[in-house]
């Protein structure tokens, strides 16, 4: 999850956490849940650089994981968006296999022909004595 808030319409009003502050929405970037808004605790993911802790300059955050769905499911075009990745992958993993396939036979091809020389010469040599 990034750590950008999203922008909040003025008609979606935060609801408070446990720690008393008005959460922040953020949006999955799970498969099941793909882009689907939640708000989640402020605090949660206040990541400030670990010196600023050392200075003593600020308290850790509380571990508050206050967390509440806003969308309830995945939109279609997100969907479509994940089936196309998906599907993507598909192809390239099946154009990998059939290049890997490819090379096997090519490979076996070479096996064969040096095989078959090898005959040929010791068959030439059994006929020369
Ligand atoms: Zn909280």
Not at 82 to 93: A, H, M, N, S, T
Not at 108 to 126: D, F, Q, S
Request: proline residues 7%; hydrophobic residues 35%; charged residues 40%.
């Amino acid at each position: 999850m990034g750590y950008t808030r999203l922008p909040i319409s003025a008609n979606m009003v935060p609801p408070m956490c446990f720690c008393g502050d008005p959460c922040k929405m953020e949006k999955s970037d799970k498969e099941d849940t793909y882009r689907r808004r939640y708000w989640m605790c402020a605090n949660w993911a206040f990541d400030p650089p670990q010196k600023a802790f050392i200075r003593g300059e600020l308290e850790p955050p509380p571990l508050c994981d206050f967390e509440e769905w806003i969308d309830t499911e995945v939109k279609l075009e997100d969907r479509a968006f994940l089936e196309g990745c998906k599907e993507f992958d598909r192809e390239i993993k099946r154009r990998i296999a059939l290049r890997k396939k490819e090379e096997e036979e090519r490979k076996a091809k070479i096996e064969e022909a040096h095989t078959r020389i090898a005959t040929l010469n010791k068959v030439e040599r059994e006929i020369k004595l």
